[in-house]
């Protein structure tokens, strides 16, 4: 790490009732090592020392946090990846699914959880250099993930390879998709109208907006029903995330409410679970009380008393 970021952290922790002498006894400095080196005097021994500290502590936080839960939000989303996967007519042709609408609802964390579950999902993370139909088709085949990477075997496309990864019945994910342009996502059809593998649309509200005003009916006809608006994240979802956290509490409840039901909400609340686990680990205790999760709020800018 940083002498800087470093700095940071130990003004946080002592800011958060850390003692210096607890620092230097589990970094493996002496005290007058650490004043020194908070003074200027910064010995790249003393640096390593607390930057190992550090990284073991964010590597414990790494750890304690939850992995996926399916939440209400969740439950929809993964309902529309199963719609769209499933077969429309005796041909076996698919359909497409389409999740929009707030940030931090956990779009991206249950289409990223799919992907791990499922070796017939891929994950495209679309982005400026993934615009082009070339480009697009080449993530799709990285993200598939084995043999050759993202390169064709000789004399085969980047299509083929994609076709010889991906099953019949599987799904493609594009998150962010409304960077797409509209001409690239009409391209997309040829996958579930010819070959069996469903696509899935995620962003913001102006990927449906884009296919609206474009009056795209290739892609509003196959949504059929796969359509997912997400506003913001409900109190449900986060009743059913917070025990998987570690909170416990009807003022901890309350505070963590505050944060996370918002647009970008989960994001912010994740963040500032993270800044207040850090601390705690700092002070040696698993409970997240309401003292640390608004330093830890404060800490990961969620929040200002």
Known sequence: MR????????AEMEAAGVKPTRIAVESGLSVDELTQWKKGECSEAATRA?????????????????????????????RAFEQARAPKDSRGRRGIAMI??????????????????????????VNGESRTWIKLLGSVAEATGSGY???????????????????????????HAHLLRISIMEQLIVFPEEHGIAIAFIGNARVSKNITDAKVTQ????????????????????????????????KEREFCHLIGLQDGGLHY?????REARKIAAAKGTD????????????????WGA
């Open 3 to 10: 002498q800087g970021a470093i700095l940071a952290r130990l």
């Open 50 to 78: 607390l930057s190992t500290w550090l990284t073991g502590i964010d590597f414990e936080v790494a750890e304690k946090e939850a992995d996926f839960v399916i939440t209400p939000t969740a439950s929809r989303i993964l």
């Open 100 to 125: 929009y609408g707030a940030s931090g609802v956990g779009k991206t964390k249950t289409a990223r959880w799919v992907n791990r579950m499922d070796k017939g999902v891929a994950y495209v993370f």
């Open 149 to 175: 990477g993202g390169y064709p075997a000789v004399g085969e496309t980047l299509k083929d390879l994609i076709l010889r990864r991906i099953p019949t019945g599987g799904l493609i994910i594009f998150d």
């Open 219 to 250: 892609i509003i006809s196959r949504v059929a029903g796969a359509n997912v608006f997400i506003n913001m994240p409900g109190e449900d979802d986060l009743d059913m995330l917070l025990p998987a956290w570690g909170i416990s509490g009807r």
């Open 269 to 273: 609340l994740e963040n500032t679970l």
């Open 287 to 302: 409970a997240l009380d309401i003292d640390l999760l608004k330093l830890g709020a404060a800490n990961a800018r969620c």
